[in-house]
C-alpha cells in the first residue's frame, strides 16, 4: 500500500475519533424551567376581591358551532446523533485490512522472488550425477571433487544399494578412490562394502575395512546421526593402527574446529597429526583465521605431546595473547633453547609487560629487562617501570637500575610514584650502597611519614 494512503487512513481515524468524544463530552438541551413561587395571603384576598367585584351573568354562555381545534402534534424528537464511534470502528477495521493486505503481498512477492532465484540457480547447476550414470561415475574416478558430489548424491537419495551392485568388477583404483568419498561422508558400510569387493587389499586398507566394519557394528544398524564422537574414536583407531592418512582424511576442518572446545578430544587430534609426523599440516591449516580459543587449545595439546614447536607457532597465530599464551610462549623457547632469540618485534607494546613477568616467572630476569627497556625506554608505564626495576634487583644490575631511577625523577617524580623510589632503594640496599638507600627511605618518609616500607628500610640499615 503506498505511504500516502496509509497516512490518509490514520489522519481520517484520528478526525474521527476527536469527533466521537466531542459528542459524548456534550450534556443534552433541556428546557429551562422554573419552579413555582409561594402563594402568601395577601395576594389570595386581593384576588377574591377581584372575583366578586365583576357582575354575575344569568344569559346562557354562547356555544360555538365551530368544530374544535385540533390539537397541536407533539414536538418531533430531535434527531439522534451520529454514531461517531461505529464510524471510527469501521476506520479501524479498514485501515486495518488494509495494513495486512500490504504485507501479505509483500510476503508473497518475497516468497516469489525466491523461488525464482531458486529455479535459476537450479536451471544454471549442472544436473546432479546419478549412479546410472556411467560417465558421471568414470569421470568421478579420476576427480576428487565430482567424486564426492557423486557419493553426496547417491546417499541423499539412497540409491547405495543401486550404486554398490553396479561396482560389482570395476578396476581396484575405482573402488578405492569412491571408498575415500565414502569414508568422509561417514557412510563407513558402503566405504566397507567397497574395500572389501576389491580384488587385492594392502595391510594399510585391510585395517581401515576391519576397523570400518566394527564401527558400522557399532551403530547397531542405525543411520548415521551426529557422527562426530564417532568418527574420533575412528579416527584414533586407524592411527593407533598405523593407517595414518586414513585417520587423518577423517578429521575435516569442521572436526578439527568442534574438537577445540574438549581437552581430551583436542590432544587426540593433534596427536594423530604428531603420530602421521604432519604438525606442519595442521599449521597450514590453522593459519586461516580461527577462534583465540582454538589456537590456545591446541597450542597446550601440542606443548603437552612434547612438540613445542608446533606449539609456539600456534601461541604467534592467536591475536591478542593473554598472560597463559606468554607463559606458553616463553616455555616453548625455553624447550627449544632460544630465550636470547626472542622476536620482540611480533610482540606488541601494551603486551611487552606480559611476556616480562612471564619471564621473571621462568627465571629468565636478564631478557624480561631486554623485552621492557628495549628501544621504548621513553614508553615505559609505571607499571613497567617497577618491573624493570625488580629485574634490576634481581640481577643486582645498579647501572640499569640508575639509568631508570634518573628515568623516573625526571617524568614521574616522588609525589606521584613513591612506590619507584622505594624499589629504586631496595635495589642499591641489596648492590651494597647503603648511603643511596638510606638517603632515599629518609627523603620518602620526610614527605609520606606514614609509609612503613620507607621506616623497614632504615632499621635494616640500622638507622
Request: glycine letters at 6%.
Amino acid at each position: 500500500m503506498p505511504r500516502a494512503t496509509l497516512l490518509t487512513g490514520a489522519a481520517a481515524l484520528l478526525l474521527l475519533s476527536a469527533a466521537a468524544a466531542r459528542a459524548q463530552e456534550e450534556p443534552p438541551v433541556q428546557r429551562a424551567v422554573s419552579a413555582p413561587g409561594p402563594i402568601d395571603g395577601q395576594a389570595a384576598a386581593r384576588y377574591r376581591q377581584a372575583q366578586a367585584a365583576v357582575p354575575s351573568s344569568t344569559a346562557p354562555a354562547a356555544v360555538s358551532t365551530a368544530p374544535a381545534p385540533a390539537p397541536a402534534p407533539p414536538p418531533a424528537p430531535p434527531p439522534p446523533a451520529p454514531p461517531y464511534g461505529l464510524y471510527a470502528a469501521g476506520a479501524v477495521l479498514v485501515l486495518g485490512g488494509a495494513i495486512a493486505a500490504s504485507v501479505w503481498k509483500k510476503r508473497r512477492d518475497e516468497a516469489a522472488r525466491r523461488a525464482a532465484e531458486a529455479a535459476r540457480l537450479k536451471a544454471a547447476a549442472p544436473p546432479p550425477p546419478r549412479p546410472d550414470d556411467e560417465a558421471a561415475l568414470l569421470a568421478g574416478a579420476a576427480d576428487e571433487a565430482k567424486r564426492d558430489a557423486a557419493a553426496d548424491y547417491i546417499l541423499r537419495a539412497r540409491r547405495t544399494p543401486e550404486f554398490l551392485a553396479r561396482c560389482q568388477g570395476r578396476p581396484d583404483d575405482f573402488l578405492a578412490a569412491y571408498a575415500g568419498s565414502f569414508l568422509k561422508l561417514g557412510a563407513w558400510e558402503v566405504a566397507a562394502a567397497l574395500l572389501q569387493a576389491k580384488q587385492a587389499r594392502s595391510p594399510r586398507e585391510q585395517v581401515l575395512m576391519q576397523s570400518l566394519q566394527a564401527a558400522a557394528a557399532a551403530r547397531g544398524g542405525r543411520p548415521a546421526g551426529e557422527v562426530y564422537a564417532e568418527t574420533l574414536l575412528l579416527a584414533a583407531e586407524l592411527s593407533r593402527r598405523g593407517a595414518h592418512d586414513e585417520a587423518l582424511s577423517l578429521l575435516s576442518p569442521a572436526l578439527i574446529q568442534k574438537a577445540a572446545g574438549s581437552a581430551a578430544d583436542c590432544r587426540a587430534v593433534a596427536g594423530m597429526f604428531r603420530a602421521a609426523n604432519r604438525a606442519a599440516d595442521f599449521l597450514a591449516v590453522a593459519r586461516s583465521r580461527k577462534h583465540p580459543q582454538f589456537y590456545q587449545a591446541y597450542a597446550r595439546a601440542f606443548h603437552e605431546l612434547k612438540d613445542p614447536g608446533t606449539a609456539l607457532g600456534l601461541v604467534l597465530m592467536k591475536q591478542p595473547r593473554d598472560a597463559p599464551d606468554y607463559a606458553l610462549f616463553v616455555a616453548c623457547h625455553k624447550e627449544l633453547e632460544g630465550i636470547g632469540q626472542i622476536g620482540l618485534a611480533a610482540v606488541p607494546d601494551a603486551e611487552r609487560a606480559l611476556l616480562a613477568q612471564s619471564l621473571m616467572d621462568a627465571g629468565e630476569d636478564a631478557a624480561a629487562l631486554r623485552a621492557l627497556r628495549e628501544e621504548r625506554l621513553e614508553a615505559l608505564s609505571r607499571a613497567e617501570l617497577a618491573l624493570a626495576l625488580e629485574a634490576c634487583r634481581r640481577l643486582k644490575d645498579i647501572g640499569s637500575a640508575g639509568q631508570l631511577f634518573q628515568h623516573i625523577k625526571l617524568t614521574v617524580g616522588l609525589g606521584d610514584a613513591p612506590e619507584l623510589y622505594l624499589e629504586h632503594a631496595r635495589v642499591c640496599e641489596e648492590c651494597g650502597l647503603a648511603r643511596e638507600a638510606r638517603d632515599i627511605y629518609e627523603e620518602v618518609l620526610r614527605r609520606f611519614p606514614g609509609r612503613a616500607e620507607a621506616a623497614e628500610g632504615l632499621r635494616r640499615l640500622g638507622v
